[in-house]
């Protein structure tokens, strides 16, 4: 299948400095990490990247010099979602205007929404675009699930809209969405946690953006390339091994920040800082010590 995006897109996480604003050479060192580590794409300002927290125009001079100092090496995907069609549409033609590959668009949360006025809302997007884009479904996080039917019309009506990112742990909610590449053989579906990626594909998806991807990206960048390669054994073997990282999830709410710390003590080698209301917390990063050094990752990462 000729998917637009496809493999492994980290969810990449935004680092700052002391004084709140953008640690630039945090954030290439990671942009540089990952691409080295073979992810076959990246994506900025997602959930992962604290999006939701970030006036539109931080927002927007972000993507600006991540997009750039990405230049072409691997495609890149922007978070452009918010509550206001206006300023998704605003955010999604910027991301067009300096090179990015595509958008990926949560729908507007706080209120539940008809599957019309979704629907009007997603081609509304679409319409003023002309790079991809990929919807966005995190019910966890919005209050509402897109349903297959309502993601199979968005698909078949427009050819803009060209997969979407399934942030559900229902198996039988991926595998309705992948069933619509039996009417449109390039629509891609992407896994979020991590546990469900080797499922996902052996069901047909694209691949994943998954969280652990940011922080040990070539686990599974290996698996993805094994399973495609029809080197199963060696696949569920990498599955065994991903399926024990799920918890760092657990150490922190939101969970991007335990990530984010993973971030600082594999790849970076020290602190970047939060923004408010987020503090620093010595406890957490001992826990997240704890969790790399009981899963061998530091000396994976040597």
Not at 14 to 37: C, M, P, V
Request: with cysteine.
């Amino acid at each position: 299948m000729d998917f637009k995006f496809k493999g492994i897109i980290p969810p990449v996480v935004t680092l700052f400095n002391k004084d709140g604003e953008f640690d630039w050479e945090a954030n290439y060192i990671l942009a540089d990490h990952l691409i080295k580590k073979g992810v076959h794409g990246l994506l900025y300002m997602g959930s992962m990247g604290e999006f939701s927290s970030l006036p539109l125009q931080e927002r927007k001079l972000f993507v600006e010099k991540m997009v750039r100092y990405v230049d072409g090496r691997v495609p890149v995907l922007i978070g452009t979602g918010t509550t206001s069609l206006k300023d998704t549409i605003y955010l999604s033609q910027h991301a067009e205007s300096i090179g990015a590959d595509g958008v990926l668009i949560v729908n507007p949360f706080y209120w539940k929404f008809t599957e019309q006025q979704l629907y009007d809302y997603y081609m509304n997007v679409a319409k003023s675009l002309k790079i991809p884009l990929v919807i966005y479904n995190i019910p966890s996080l919005t209050g509402q699930d897109l349903s297959p039917d309502l993601i199979l019309r968005l698909a078949m009506d427009h050819e803009n809209i060209v997969g979407i990112k399934d942030t559900t742990e229902r198996l039988g909610h991926i595998r309705q969405l992948i069933s619509i590449t039996y009417q449109r053989s390039d629509f891609a579906v992407f896994a979020a946690f991590d546990d469900l990626l080797l499922p996902a594909l052996q069901m047909g998806a694209a691949g994943a953006i998954n969280g652990t991807a940011t922080f040990f990206p070539e686990l599974s960048v290996r698996l993805f390339e094994n399973f495609k390669a029809g080197q199963y054994q060696e696949a569920l073997a990498l599955n065994e091994f991903i399926l024990k990282l799920m918890s760092i999830y657990e150490l922190s709410q939101p969970l991007f920040i335990a990530v984010k710390e993973a971030v600082h003590q594999l790849i970076l080698g020290y602190q970047t800082s939060h923004q408010l209301p987020i503090t620093e917390c010595d406890s957490l990063k001992k826990d997240v010590h704890l969790f790399l050094k009981q899963n061998h990752l530091f000396s994976y990462s040597k």
